[in-house]
């Protein structure tokens, strides 16, 4: 090393206060997770699409609020005032007004990729992070069926990504304006705070809280009775039927209510995994009909691990066109850390693809060249060790990466043309042909 | 629609100038062959990471140019000084140097994703795009082996790609600097770009141009006999190897040259998909030995579309360890585009994933969702027209999807357990059982 190179200025390397990265073996373990996310939105006919990550600030800052204002990263380049994304959502109603002539209604996309907010830091919050959402998106109308859709679809997700037992629960908003109206609840925001804490500070307390908001007793009962109705599905539905409610909203929702979990049954979704919840309310400005959540039965304590729900208008600040939608969406990232954290995700036992490691020794590495494309072309990711030194250092490469099976290619191998391959963990090895290599690796 | 609606401003929408967005048939296109450059990185053993977009700016301008700076998206937020990446590659380099010490050597990393560059508009080029990159680190050292096996992984990943014949060009940069330095070149730089003219310009106008640089007429003689060497690549490096040339770095290029081109040949590269191009040189500052690009044979005019090298050591900016690694990048939007644009990509045929598009009649729903549930089981990409309407509304929907199949489902075919699913194309119709379907489809 020359002594300009010496004595060259070291820059300290990190990353941003409030970012993550993974270390290849969390990496590898968080990717298999993403793609069974894409590949079960792929299964019901989702389309993907991949927007930019900087926008115009007027785009993105159309429908503007007080956080999102103050979170998001926006700058100036030249003239332009430009801004990173902060969800995915804003730029689907900009993509769908944009280019409405040119799509298929009812648009159904999935978007996985970052989003950006800087939040103050804090544990299992991020400044970059991914959300992976669907949403189904109708040009004027949209059949009620596509919100139970949405539940099989979460299903089929948490089902495969093998957490443990889940509860998909829906609501309805307009059940909650409907009762909500009817019982004379005015800052339905304030008293939605209220209930929510029922099952901390118990029946007894929220109605004392309830009453000082100016609630009636009569009225405050009849929220209590409401929000604590309980039992499967189609019973909660036959319970609202059964309140004597003069309010046509709230009609209205017990009937979509209803509907959405006739369809549920329809699509297979065991019992056990779907509830109706009716202190579910979601974004209080946003959505209009259903709406959704999903907790880890197991793990209450994560809060709501997928959540969305039905909006009348997607892109009224874009388009006068009324495209009324349904979506859902997964905190990737967070969900990520939290069951890292949590100790549910098995760690991952390996920090690559690769299903096997090849080591030639002198002489023998055509053959071994050979037999990784034989491999590879078989659909086995197989990985050939290039570098010279000691076997033990070959064996460490190999333990470290956590890759199950290693073969180490002599003359004799060849002589037998065979690949004797060691199983790294039961430390068990035997003689293999190519296709009976491809039968053990494939599993 | 409300008054207030109806008076609400719209804000056109579009997206930044300089930046692109796929529609849905391109998208599927693009990420088609996204997922061939993963599944072949993998299929290598190359391993994923995910940096931040966003870095801190002292990171990536520690080796600071005057493109960079003038094109980096950089700002701050409160006190930070941040910014979004321009390439994968000084994001590698700070990773590395900061968890090296959990890292498996040779690291064998693949990075997928998007890089910003301010960079003026022009056709072809954009402000937000894809890198897919490859590098093999080494600790310290790092075998010439890794060189060639690079030259294997772009052979795979262009014939999966299916763009027809291309070729894989190589030279080394020792070899290079070894020549001129031999023949009294001290601007290399500027002999580089007018030795690149040959093809355009012919052999007498470059001398004339060389000679104008001050090097006497044997130099030049020398030069361009030199850039001239033709053959298959083992020809060219004993074409090398005859020249009588005192030079230690040049001999040592030549050796290297030689080494990558046997262990090409044990890599099962046709020699028609590999050559030497001694006039290829690549970043000056950056690379030290082995230089790639590559060419598709039918459309030189789109330049290289995947280049690369060997470097003595990825980040010296961030640490003392010597890091010798070897590596390549596609810039994926650019390529798409250029294929798009020249025509060489066949158009996709659809905008979905989905291989199949069940239509439920009246009272149909529940055999139609259950039909869509096997399929999907069995692997298939299975979507469900939920929505009321005519047939002929479904069926306008099928087409702009550009779906291959359709299913009607009537009581007729609840009666007889079959899918009547039709061929789009060929307009042909036919009964299947669900696993005879999922054979159908699976082709």
Redesign the interface.
Same mark, same amino acid.
Request: net charge neutral; hydrophobic share 35%.
């Given at each position: 090393?020359s002594d300009t190179?010496?004595s060259?200025k +070291?820059?300290? =390397?990190?990353?941003?206060?409030g970012? !993550?990265?993974?270390?290849?073996r969390e990496?590898?373990a968080?990717?298999k997770m993403k793609d069974i996310i894409r590949d079960t939105y792929?299964?019901?006919?989702f389309?993907? +699409?991949?927007? =930019?990550?900087?926008?115009?600030s007027? !785009?993105l800052l159309?429908k503007s609020g007080g956080e999102t204002e103050k979170q998001i990263?926006r700058?100036?380049?030249?003239d332009?005032d430009?801004a990173?994304r902060f969800d995915l959502t804003v730029p689907l109603a900009?993509?769908v007004?944009?280019?409405a002539g040119?799509?298929?209604?009812?648009f159904?996309?999935y978007h996985i990729g970052?989003v950006?907010r800087?939040e103050r830091p804090q544990k299992g919050r991020f400044?970059?992070f991914y959300q992976c959402d669907i949403d189904i998106i109708?040009n004027g109308?949209?059949?009620i069926?596509?919100d139970a859709?949405i539940v099989?679809v979460i299903n089929?997700v948490f089902k495969k990504l093998d957490f443990g037992a889940f509860t998909i629960m829906i609501n309805n908003r307009k059940v909650l304006n409907g009762f909500f109206e009817s019982v004379g609840v005015t800052d339905k925001t304030e008293v939605m705070r209220i209930i929510d804490k029922i099952d901390k500070i118990g029946r007894e307390n929220v109605a004392e809280e309830l009453i000082k908001t100016g609630l009636s007793e009569t009225n405050v009962e009849k929220i209590l009775d409401f929000i604590t109705i309980e039992g499967s599905a189609v019973e909660v539905v036959e319970k609202l039927k059964s309140l004597t409610m003069d309010n046509e909203e709230f009609k209205t929702g017990v009937t979509e209510l209803e509907e959405v979990t006739k369809?549920i049954k329809?699509?297979?979704v065991e019992e056990s995994s779907f509830a109706i919840n009716l202190k579910i309310a979601r974004g209080l400005d946003y959505y209009t009909g259903t709406v959704y959540e999903t907790v880890l039965n197991d793990y209450p304590q994560l809060g709501s691990i997928c959540s969305g729900g039905r909006y009348d208008n997607l892109?009224?600040?874009?388009?006068?066109q009324?495209l009324p939608g349904v979506g859902i969406s997964i905190g990737l990232s967070r969900l990520f850390y939290q069951l890292s954290a949590a100790g549910i995700l098995k760690e991952a036992d390996t920090?690559?693809?690769?299903k096997i490691?090849l080591v030639p020794m002198d002489g023998t590495?055509?053959y071994t060249?050979?037999s990784a494309?034989l491999l590879?072309e078989a659909g086995?990711?197989?990985?050939?060790y290039?570098?010279?030194g000691k076997m033990g250092k070959k064996f460490a490469?190999a333990d470290?990466?956590g890759i199950k099976f290693v073969s180490v290619i002599g003359e004799d191998e060849i002589a037998r043309n065979v690949l004797s391959i060691k199983d790294m963990k039961s430390g068990e090895q035997k003689d293999y042909s190519i296709s009976e290599a491809v039968e053990l690796l494939k599993n």
């Open positions: 090393m190179e010496n060259k +070291i820059i300290e =390397p990190s990353i941003l206060s970012f !993550i990265e993974l270390l290849p990496q590898v968080f990717n792929e299964s019901y006919g389309i993907p +699409i991949d927007t =930019p990550v900087l926008e115009k007027e !785009i159309a990263y700058f100036q380049k030249g332009t430009m990173m900009r993509f007004a944009q280019h040119e799509l298929a209604f009812p159904k996309r970052k950006y800087g400044r970059e109708g109308s949209l059949s069926n596509n859709e099989s089929s369809y329809a699509y297979n892109a009224s600040n874009y388009t006068k009324s920090s690559t693809t690769s490691l590495l055509e060249l050979k494309s590879r086995i990711n197989t990985e050939v290039l570098n010279s490469y470290k990466l």
